[in-house]
């Protein structure tokens, strides 16, 4: 297995092809191996986000409560949350290459296998359980993207430009769910869920084909040396820092999941909206995501403020679920005026949910760089456990904050876990 190095030779003006292992690599490879990370979270995020905006059709084509719905959207996080770090140990024993192949490959044919078998039928309806051990096994298999996507891109770019870089690879994550959310609630409504999980399957099989053409290890020759960044330090299972930073990152995702998991629920029932004003909201929320990941990559490499970047992100955030609670609550005390806060309520919540979004690249950039050299498939896969661990608690929680708090419950919990993260970020590595 290759060490994480800082590449001058493959990417800088002058210096031609490089070769490892008998292959050459142009000067812009590079390029190559990020949009094979963009392609492999695009096509999961599409599954984890993207499956959970057809909650209002998967509701009534399922025959699902609150509760079965939530634990069965619950039980997809859990899936990734779980396989997390196994799959980042075994990439960087393995290399980023072969658990991406397996990882994207496995997840393509089990998708393929539930749009056969899992889905509603003139003469039938899977009971939850399967749903949800189906959902929980797709978890499992999809838990291989995230680590070693993002050791590939450690790999391949130096450090002034890996900020930018793993914003890049996390705009995947909006866009996938941006298109999932566009596209799976309105396919789901005219095809069925055959042609939803048919559609991911072949979106991961298509990223192991790009994969396979064209991920490879880097080379182990280069001009300069290691950043100080790169130098193997402890292993992050035994690194303080790490774990905290890996708490902060997957507290930050509760009031993100909460976003994706419910607010369709929420502008339904709630607000009142249909089926293409709530896929355009969500959608909203992906593409903002995504202009604010590659802007702030870019922004704190140049000033070096990630830690920074981050609190202020999580003070935003909670200040955001503040003012929804705040709305919410206000709806039912001034009747006059319902219909101007019930049009304004998409509007702020397409901004809480850009708000919780914005930070991801910052912060796997921050975490991967505390790791050091040879620990950065096992440091993502940590936090994304963390993350994951919230797509299975919050979609399980939000039922029960609904039955006894309404959704002022729902968001306040929100602001709060916002607010908690806020000084986990204040200490410097």
Known sequence: MSAIITRNDCHSSGQGAATAAGRSFGPNHRWKVLGIGVAANAGFSATFSGIPATAVVLRQGY?????????????????????????????????????????????????????MLV??????????????????????????????????????????????????????VPLGGGLGALVL????????????????????????????????????????????????????????????????????????????????????????????????????????????????????DRHGNRRRFLRLCSALSALAFAMLWVLVVAVPAMPGGQPLVIAVLPLLLVVAGISVSAWHGVAYTELATLAGAGHVGTALSLANSFVFIGFFLVPVAIPGLLHLWSWPGVWLSAAACALIAWPIFLRQG
Do not use: K, Y
Request: net charge neutral.
């Open 63 to 115: 025959h699902l409560s609150n509760a079965e719905l939530g634990l069965a959207l619950g039980l997809l996080g859990l899936g990734v949350a779980l396989s997390e770090l196994p799959w980042g140990l075994l990439t960087d024993r393995w290399g980023d290459r072969r658990v991406l192949l397996i990882g994207l490959g496995a997840t393509a044919a089990w998708l393929l296998a539930m749009a």
């Open 185 to 300: 609630p309105s396919l789901a409504l005219a095809f069925g869920f055959a042609a939803v999980f048919g559609l991911l399957a072949a979106a991961s099989a298509l990223s192991a084909l790009f994969a396979w053409r064209w991920l490879h290890e880097p080379p182990p020759t280069a001009v300069g040396h290691a950043a100080s960044s790169d130098v193997a330090g402890p292993a992050p299972l035994r690194n303080i820092e790490v774990w905290r930073i890996s708490i902060a990152i997957g507290l930050l995702c509760f009031p993100q999941v909460a976003v994706l998991t419910f607010a369709s629920v929420f502008l339904h029932d709630f607000a009142g909206l249909g089926t293409t004003a709530i896929s355009a909201s969500l959608c909203a929320v992906q593409v903002g995501a995504m202009v604010m990941r590659v802007w702030s990559g870019r922004f704190t």
């Open 119 to 172: 889905v509603p039928t003139a003469s039938g309806i899977p009971d939850v359980t399967l749903l949800a051990a189906s959902l929980l096994v797709t978890g499992l298999l999809g838990g291989s993207v995230n680590g070693s996507s993002g050791r590939a891109i450690m790999a391949w770019f130096r450090d002034n430009e890996r900020g930018f870089a793993m914003s890049i690879r996390q705009t995947a």
